[in-house]
């Protein structure tokens, strides 16, 4: 049989398939209706666990894998259908939402970006954080006034026994991150599977047949684990802090995913990794669930060596989303996700300026600060508070090494914060180790001015060279550093114009 032939059997069966996926849609409204007159979920993880198998067992052998997939990604379809035909109107859902009380409980929180994500979600119920002592959790379940709470290290298993019920994945997992009131009682859930989920098909990539490796053994181990087998993984070895050694990795260095799910790199300890960088030599696909920084060490590794990347902010967002589903009892916009992501990264973005001395990074940079409701950091004034003494006497009296030294010090400790607007000295982007500092919660955007205008007086450099000199070593560099361009015009309304815009336009994009 010849290839046209082939394909116009494909062709039919194709028209089939439109005919009764069209169908099975149909069907799929009416149980939407049923759901919702009957204030039924549009998730039923039971029955959905059940039919996947049974497809499967009515595959031929060979094709039950490739059949089941097919069906994890057409239940997704049928959801997401149901739910936009479900939606609620804003007014009834937020109506019902504020008489809501929702919280976090843990052992030592500190500050959550739980908050304002549910907020960013639409959520108008008050989100609390609640510090509880192990001791006190029974009795807190007993007596607190939530309508529900998100549960964080390190109880995530030690509230199971209070439950009166948990879901499927919870169960499976024997760890719960959601609890919300029931007629009978607490009942857990676990919405870290669904966060983990949407993380990694937010990179597109495919898991399917490859092998990954999972760096920590913490209580998030296992869902990462469960989500990647899920997907189809060739196989998933977990390596604990103990067995995270050059000899463990080396017996898994045909890894193709890797997963950190440790503490390692994570603010305030920015600019550590759990793994050199050449640990994993065939690594295609990196993901970190640490979210702050957005970039770590491991991530920046893995991306410069031409990997797919992800930060565990979208995790973060995707969990708040299902957790907030299930305090409603409301379906939300998959679509959220990918939006509150996007405003969760712009709003902790870093704004960097770069530039030659005198081109006006302080005098923009603290105008963009005001109009961002930001703090302005102008890194030559930390860098004169820690020395005690102006630039011009460090040059004089230690050197110009010295004073590199010093400012990589401080690029260091001030870039590891966010929601800043940072003005740079000149010369910082002639150690390349100050790149990695600035990008890991930074936009670097290179302020260019016509090299005649730039002043020379009180800087060090400048007088010793000309500016067009130094600018012709530096022009390369500051190409290197910088995620974008602005044109200082002299006029300063105008420039700060443009700078916000190319910050706006890039700031939640993911290097590459």
Partial sequence: MDLKALREQIDEIDRQMVQLFDRRMRVA?????????????????????????????????????????????????????????????????????????????????????????????????????????PSEIGDFLKTNPYDGFNVTIPYKKDIIPYLCGMSDTARRLGSVNTVFRTPDGWWGDNTDYDGFSYMVRRTGYEVRGKKAVVIGSGGVAPTVCAVLEDLGAASVTVLSHRENTHQMRALHNDAKIVVNTSPV??????????????????????????????????????????????????????????????????????????????????????????????????????????????????????????????????????????????????????????SLVIATGGGCVTRTANYRPMAQNGVLLWLKRDIAALPTNGRPLSQAQSPAAIYEIRRPMYEAFSDAAVENTDSVNDTVEAVLKAFSEISDRVRT
């Fill in 29 to 133: 409204a009416d149980v939407a209706a049923y759901k919702k007159e009957n204030g039924l979920p549009i998730l039923d993880e039971s029955r959905e666990r059940i039919k996947l198998d049974a497809v499967a067992a009515m595959a031929e052998e060979d094709m039950a894998a490739y059949t089941r997939t097919l069906y994890v990604h057409l239940m997704a379809l049928s959801r997401d259908y149901q739910q936009k035909l479900m939606q609620i109107s804003a007014a009834d859902c937020q109506k019902e939402e504020t008489s809501l009380r929702i919280g976090l409980i843990g052992g030592k929180l500190g500050h959550s970006y739980s908050p304002e994500i549910h907020a960013l979600l639409g959520m108008t119920y008050p989100y609390e954080l609640r510090e509880v002592a």
């Fill in 265 to 418: 790199g994570m603010y305030p300890q920015n600019g550590e990794s759990p793994i050199p960088a050449d640990a994993f030599p065939s690594m295609e696909c990196a993901l970190d669930l640490i979210y702050n920084p957005f970039e770590t060490v491991f991530l920046a590794d893995a991306r410069e060596r031409g990997c797919v990347t992800e930060s565990g902010i979208s995790m973060l967002v995707a969990q708040a989303k299902r957790g907030a589903e299930l305090f409603t009892g409301y379906p939300l916009e998959d679509a959220l996700c990918d939006s509150v992501t996007a405003q969760m990264i712009r709003s902790r973005r870093n704004l960097i300026l770069i530039g030659m001395p005198g081109c006006g990074k302080s005098t923009v940079g603290k105008r963009a600060a005001a109009r961002l409701g930001r703090e302005f950091v102008d890194l030559d004034d930390e860098i004169v508070k820690k020395a005690g003494k102006p630039i011009s006497a460090i040059f004089a009296e230690d050197g110009e090494d010295a004073f590199r030294a010093m400012e990589h010090d401080v690029i260091c400790e001030i870039c590891k914060r966010s």
